[in-house]
């Protein structure tokens, strides 16, 4: 059950342009909501509230919090689960240290991130540290599997609104290049456990004199579950990105790299660090113990190593010489030169891919102009997907977003499924041997043979998560009565055991001729025919794949991820409502803070609002409420139709505009409905003075713009000083409260 105070709706808080919007928008929500008789209440998920109540010893009592994560973690598993859920830092090291010493400033005794712990105490606290970096959010909270996909009246909209796209050339050398041999994919094994099999798993590394170093024990998996292990060797990882470095500087293109730094926290940015440390190779030869003295770690990127050789001269020359000797790369911001291997946060696969596809293949490169790519993507597991979506763009020329279809997504994602490369089961061996899983019953599950410097891993899907995941594509293939792809290779160790699930409930609920399984190759080619026609296709994947695939297909339908729709069906009966993608967020945080104008769209809000509010109205029996959330609708609607959504420059309508459009258009709907007379009646003088009052708001919202905007910090803002730079209306907030 959930704790007796909780409020019919959570609202998360979290972090950057997210954050910063629901200072505006959360108060009209709650006023709104109010005359339904719906509380909503906050939780504090945000990294700086995270790292927060990690150290509870180390504050005063006013500086305490309560470790909110958990508590959602616990509501999640309940019935009553409600929760609306915005986009979170998953933080690198470089992100997590800022925030430290952010912290730190406004006078938190934090102890420092150790870099490399020695004493008890530094090794406490970076297993604190390490417990909050990285994707450790979202497997907390997804106690469901995911259901993803344009909502009707987002999707019409960008169909009567199509974005631009570049143009794709046959000729382009725009290509992605992955390892052919010694990454996961290929080194994959898989097995799903039987009842004498379940129980307790440890998992160790056995040297070649015999010497037994147990990585993780404490592990207890039941009967049904698909458990892999797989590993990268760092030899054929540093051969294969010298390889690579030298054909791109041959073929005159950029080189880029594409991982995913922040939710896979353990293995990616290792793999970054041997990209940087290739790339400067001459320097970390030449330098190594120089570099190594100044606390240099290529995993944090050559913006945290340029900053810890600063002033020296030789070093300084050197690095420079190195990148110029290379092929250009492809760059995160030209202006500032902020490369592709300058920070590992700024290295997020599903934002920078499909935002290069929709470009035509063409990358910023270091001149401020554009340019074909060689789009580096180590492990073949899913580079397939990108390699034959710009295999099949060369050939058809790009997505008309005014006559394309759409991909709907129905993710297995819960309990934790393929949490690849995020969490503890995920080490960088420490010496020659082999690694095996070991079972309750003595049983050696897998094994394999490792090196110094591999990167092996683990990951497991339960059984319960995957029937539910069945089940809830078989629902939506029933409600859209369309193509439904099962994305899973029968050559891949993991996606065989899958299908070994897969197909006896498709055939036992009568459904498997209304299925296709194949391979990501095979089903993004038909998936993109598909959509060319105008049709709806449901891509049914795993964990990896619902993450890559629900930014790929609506920045190209849509122009963004934003603004999905994002239900989360709690396997105990609750619901957890996304609000899209916060990639871009860093971005508007900077144009906020230098001229008081935030780009950021709420429409993913608008639309996990309104399916949060009509999902308490059928599990609690609140009509009011349901007339609430179709109200959310109609406004929702308005926005779109009436162009309302954010500007991108200083001077134009921003997201405080949109919210107060928003408010305005809800409230119109609730004046004009017939289901609730005293709700119509409420809202009616509502409507009235939002409408009369419009040209005055405006004006007070734009009045605002134009200056540098003091928030009292980036991670841990300052809630006055926030609220004063998004609700800086006089007259919008005498009306909403």
């Not at 409020?7 to 339904?36: N, W």
């Not at 993780?216 to 054929?236: E, H, N, Q, R, Y």
């Not at 994947?541 to 069906?569: H, Q, W």
Request: glycine share 8%; proline share 5%.
């Amino acid at each position: 059950m959930a704790e007796p105070n909780t409020p019919d709706i959570v609202y998360t808080k979290v972090d950057e342009a997210p954050e910063l919007a629901s200072a505006s928008l959360l108060p009209i929500i709650r006023t709104f909501a109010a005359a339904a008789g719906v509380s909503v209440g906050t939780r504090d998920i945000s990294l700086a509230g995270r790292i927060i109540a990690a150290f509870p010893e180390a504050l005063t009592e006013a500086q305490r919090q309560s470790d909110d994560l958990a508590v959602l973690g616990e509501l999640v598993k309940t019935a009553e689960a409600n929760v609306i859920k915005l986009p979170n830092v998953s933080a690198s090291v470089p992100q997590l240290v800022a925030a430290v010493k952010e912290l730190q400033s406004q006078g938190y005794a934090l102890p420092d991130y150790p870099e490399a712990p020695a004493s008890e105490a530094e090794h406490q606290a970076r297993a604190r540290y390490d417990a909050i970096k990285g994707s450790a959010v979202n497997p907390v909270l997804r106690e469901g599997n995911s259901d993803r996909r344009a909502a009707v009246a987002v999707k019409k909209f960008a169909q009567s609104n199509p974005h631009s796209m570049g143009t794709w050339a046959s000729d382009s050398k725009t290509h992605v290049s992955s390892m052919s041999s010694g990454d996961f994919f290929s080194n994959e094994k898989s097995a799903t456990l039987s009842a004498a099999q379940a129980g307790a798993v440890s998992i160790e590394l056995v040297a070649a004199d015999g010497t037994t170093t147990v990585l993780k024990d404490g592990i207890t998996l039941p009967a049904g579950t698909v458990v892999d292990a797989t590993f990268m060797s760092a030899k054929a990882l540093d051969a294969f990105l010298a390889e690579q470095i030298a054909a791109t500087r041959a073929d005159g293109i950029l080189f880029s790299l594409h991982m995913k730094a922040t939710m896979m926290k353990v293995s990616d940015p290792i793999i970054f660090g041997h990209a940087v440390k290739e790339f400067l190779k001459p320097v970390f030869e030449q330098y190594g113990a120089e570099l190594e003295a100044a606390g240099v770690n290529p995993n944090s990127g050559i913006g945290d190593l340029m900053a810890r050789i600063k002033g020296k001269a030789e070093l300084e020359a050197a690095v420079k010489a190195a990148i110029e000797a290379g092929p250009p790369m492809y760059m995160v911001n030209s202006d500032r030169g902020i490369t592709n291997l300058h920070v590992p946060s700024d290295v997020i696969i599903d934002a920078s891919m499909p935002a290069l596809i929709r470009a035509g293949g063409k990358g910023w490169g270091p001149d401020g102009k554009e340019a074909d790519t060689n789009c580096v993507i180590p492990d073949n597991s899913y580079a397939p997907v990108y390699d034959e979506a710009i295999s099949y763009f060369k050939e058809t020329g790009a997505l008309d977003p005014a006559t394309a279809g759409t991909v709907q997504n129905i993710g297995l994602m819960a309990q934790k499924a393929e949490e690849y490369g995020s969490h503890p089961t995920t080490f960088e061996i420490p010496a020659a041997g082999t690694v095996r899983m070991v079972l309750e019953n003595g049983e050696v599950l897998h094994e394999h043979a490792v090196e110094a410097g591999d990167i092996w891993r683990s990951a497991t899907a339960r059984q319960a998560p995957i029937e539910d995941w069945v089940a809830l594509a078989i629902e939506r293939q029933a409600a859209e009565g369309c193509q439904a792809i099962f994305w899973l290779d029968e050559a891949r160790a993991h996606d065989a055991e899958l299908i070994r699930y897969v197909k006896p409930i498709l055939e036992a609920k009568g459904v498997a001729d209304k299925f296709l399984i194949l391979a990501p190759r095979e089903a993004t080619r038909l998936t993109f025919e598909t959509i060319r026609k105008g049709e709806t296709s449901i891509a049914i994947t795993g964990n990896v794949l619902r993450d890559y695939l629900t930014d790929l297909f609506p920045i190209l339908e849509l122009g963004t991820s934003a603004k999905m729709l994002s239900i989360v069906k709690l396997m105990q009966g609750g619901g957890l409502f996304e609000t899209g993608a916060g990639g871009s967020a860093p971005k508007h945080v900077q144009q906020l803070v230098e001229e008081n104008h935030l780009r950021w769209d709420s429409l993913g809000e608008f639309c996990a609002l309104g399916e949060s509010l009509k999902f308490l109205a059928a599990v609690k029996g609140n009509a009011k409420a349901k007339v609430l959330g179709e109200a959310v609708d109609i406004a929702t609607q308005g926005i779109l139709d009436s162009n309302r959504s954010p500007s991108r420059r200083v001077g134009q309508p921003d997201n405080r505009d949109s919210h107060f459009w928003f408010a305005l258009y809800w409230a119109e709907a609730l004046a004009a409905q017939t289901s609730d007379a005293e709700l119509a009646a409420h809202f009616a003088p509502v409507a009235k003075a939002l409408s009369e009052n419009a040209e005055k708001i405006v004006s007070e919202l734009a009045a605002a713009q134009g200056t540098p905007a003091d928030l009292g910090g980036y991670y841990h803002t300052d809630p006055v000083k926030t609220e004063a730079v998004m609700r800086p209306s006089a007259t919008l907030n005498a009306i909403i409260g």
